[in-house]
T-cell receptor, first 113, second 112 residues
Framework: DGGITQSPKYLFRKEGQNVTLSCEQNLNHDAMYWYRQDPGQGLRLIYYSQIVNDFQKGDIAEGYSVSREKKESFPLTVTSAQKNPTAFYLC????????????FGDGTRLSIL | GNSVTQMEGPVTLSEEAFLTINCTYTATGYPSLFWYVQYPGEGLQLLLKATKADDKGSNKGFEATYRKETTSFHLEKGSVQVSDSAVYFC???????????FGGGTRVLVKP
């Protein structure tokens, strides 16, 4: 079945460490997105990519970095510069034309030790 | 810029009650509109969508009609079940592959 796989489901980070969250999709979608969700709140866009080797900052990009070397993969690195990284991170993908809806992974919950 | 406003929750209902979650939007042109549902500890699932004025999206007993005159996309279900307990997000998209703008989400709790 096609879908989006995020791993790991739970992730713990020590203060001062960088950590990378994985997102892989086999839907043949061109566009991919990273969102952050804090408890009881909506989703905020961190980064998005419309095409391989290109990506743009979203609303809250500071302290995060991404790469898009392959169409299927859009990893997110939470750097030590992100002072409040504890959150639920959601990856999504969509077509660039035609079907408009974004499809979401099951999320990664990041916590600071 | 684009924005989506949802009614604040939590909304607490008894089983078989009627559910309405209000959603209004601000956008230029003709955005596509979506409702997503998030069950505890999971990602978002697309519930329904509408791409032009007067379109009605429907799925799993839920319905929403794209009302351009009132810039609204209210979600309704005639008879809720305990399994409908979740957080519901209204969202808009201006162009295919473009960014989604989400509302803040509305938590719904259905009691037996």
């Amino acid at each position: 079945d096609g879908g989006i796989t995020q791993s790991p489901k739970y992730l713990f980070r020590k203060e001062g460490q960088n950590v990378t969250l994985s997102c892989e999709q086999n839907l043949n979608h061109d566009a991919m997105y990273w969102y952050r969700q804090d408890p009881g709140q909506g989703l905020r866009l961190i980064y998005y990519s419309q095409i391989v080797n290109d990506f743009q900052k979203g609303d809250i990009a500071e302290g995060y970095s991404v790469s898009r070397e392959k169409k299927e993969s859009f990893p997110l690195t939470v750097t030590s510069a992100q002072k409040n990284p504890t959150a639920f991170y959601l990856c999504a993908s969509s077509m660039r034309t035609g079907e408009l809806a974004q499809h979401f992974g099951d999320g990664t919950r990041l916590s600071i030790l | 810029g684009n924005s989506v406003t949802q009614m604040e929750g939590p909304v607490t209902l008894s089983e078989e009650a009627f559910l309405t979650i209000n959603c209004t939007y601000t956008a230029t042109g003709y955005p596509s509109l979506f409702w997503y549902v998030q069950y505890p500890g999971e990602g978002l699932q697309l519930l329904l969508k509408a791409t032009k004025a007067d379109d009605k999206g429907s799925n799993k007993g839920f319905e929403a009609t794209y009302r351009k005159e009132t810039t609204s996309f209210h979600l309704e279900k005639g008879s809720v079940q305990v399994s409908d307990s979740a957080v519901y997000f209204c969202a808009l998209e201006k162009a295919a592959g473009n960014k989604l703008t989400f509302g803040g989400g509305t938590r719904v709790l259905v009691k037996p």
